[in-house]
């Protein structure tokens, strides 16, 4: 199956390269939120944050992923999907540098410009599958992309504590910007090479062959019903993933006993297995329905918080299950994006309209989280709390799926 609007030749010939790029390019879309939880605690005892403040600087890019969506649609659509990636890429660098300097105000500023160039980030990239790759390979190249996303966040919550040890947490958290500053090197190298392609194409007489007009950007967007039920899950995958990612290591560190290092480098499990779910996911859904693809994702899923709840000593299995699960939600999602979309416009249209709602209301999920330990003084109900929300996920996704399969058999 090939697209009509995709050129065969930039789809046998960009590939390689182009994904290198992109797995660069997600290195740094989750590594720079997640970087702060191990050492969350620090930041704490030295700004003197409370802890759902404190959890202010992880939720607040979440924010920006929704509040600043439908800027990132808009951007996308006038400077194109390549300068998009470059502009994303060098507000993380800048914010990256900016968040470790000065007190609270400062980090503040410096997470919202992160927050900001993520946000087109997540937006680009599935116009930039659905545009690039052959759709037979959509999904696979869908699963590699959030498999780094976990890989990017993976490293920060492994190496930043010891960075921490050694330099200071300002400059653990700041030693990530390199991965951007690779990312944007490499990107400018394959957007170079993609031009140089197409002008070959079009002087050997080649068709681009620009996308139908007759599909208006939005029309799979805020106006569908399954689109709205698409939204709903994925803020149930994202509030679950940030509200645990934010505090997994202080979970780790009251239920158990770990100390930092240990706590970080345990919660990097939940990020690396989410590969595994990543990358098997795709395969999945080739065979399977998407419906039953996400009824598993959910029951895995779950396993997180009701085994950390019920069974915290057997905390390494809860979290290759969850780990493996959330790396498998989103994967689910953004290949049902893709499903759903006919062209380049409406995957952008779709894919602001899902992540930006989705998004809006996973902000809070860290300090929602951090707000109801406080109250509660443990950590029962906050599970609960992230319980539910893997539920939404599970609800809302087969329901959205099974309206996808009828529609796109």
Request: with cysteine; hydrophobic share 55%.
């Amino acid at each position: 199956m090939t697209r009509p609007d995709a050129p065969p030749a930039i789809s046998r010939a960009m590939p390689w390269f182009l994904l290198v790029a992109i797995v660069l390019f997600a290195l740094n879309l989750r590594g720079p939120i997640v970087a702060i939880a191990p050492v969350i605690g620090q930041i704490r005892d030295e700004v003197g944050l409370s802890a759902a403040t404190a959890g202010l600087l992880t939720s607040l890019p979440v924010l920006c992923f929704a509040l600043a969506t439908p800027v990132a649609a808009a951007l996308i659509g006038r400077a194109g999907p390549e300068r998009a990636v470059l502009i994303s890429l060098v507000g993380i660098l800048i914010g990256t540098l900016v968040r470790a300097q000065g007190e609270f105000g400062t980090a503040v500023v410096g997470t919202i410009i992160i927050g900001v160039g993520i946000t087109v980030g997540n937006v680009v990239v599935p116009v930039v599958v659905r545009r690039d790759f052959p759709a037979d390979r959509v999904g696979i190249v869908t699963g590699v992309y959030t498999a780094t996303l976990n890989v990017g966040a993976m490293l920060t919550s492994l190496g930043t504590a010891p960075l921490a040890d050694w330099l200071g947490w300002r400059a653990a958290i700041t030693a990530w910007a390199v991965l951007a500053v690779v990312a944007i090197i490499v990107w400018g190298q394959a957007t170079g090479w993609r031009m140089a392609l197409l002008g070959r194409i079009r002087n050997a007489g080649g068709d681009a062959a620009p996308e139908p007009a007759s599909a208006p950007a939005h029309s799979a967007s805020y106006r569908s019903l399954t689109a709205f039920l698409l939204m709903l899950a994925f803020a149930g995958q994202a509030f679950s993933y940030y509200g645990i990612t934010t505090w997994l290591p202080t979970i780790l560190h009251d239920l158990q006993g770990l100390d930092a290092k240990a706590a970080g480098a345990s919660s990097s499990i939940f990020q690396i297995m989410a590969v595994l779910g990543a990358v098997g996911v795709p395969l999945l859904a080739s065979r399977w329905r998407p419906g039953s693809v996400v009824a598993v994702v959910g029951a895995l899923w779950l396993a997180m918080p009701l085994g950390l709840l019920l069974a915290p000593d057997l905390w390494f299995l809860w979290s290759v299950l969850g780990g493996a699960a959330q790396g498998g939600g989103i994967t689910i999602v953004f290949i049902i994006i893709v499903r759903m979309s006919r062209t380049d416009a409406q995957a952008r249209g779709m894919s602001a309209f899902v992540q930006g709602g989705g998004y809006l209301l996973a902000a809070t999920g860290p300090s929602i989280v951090g707000a109801v330990h406080e109250a509660t003084g443990g950590w029962s109900v906050p599970l609960i709390v992230v319980t539910c929300s893997v539920l939404a996920l599970g609800v809302f996704g087969i329901i959205a799926s099974r309206r996808v399969e009828s529609r796109h058999p």
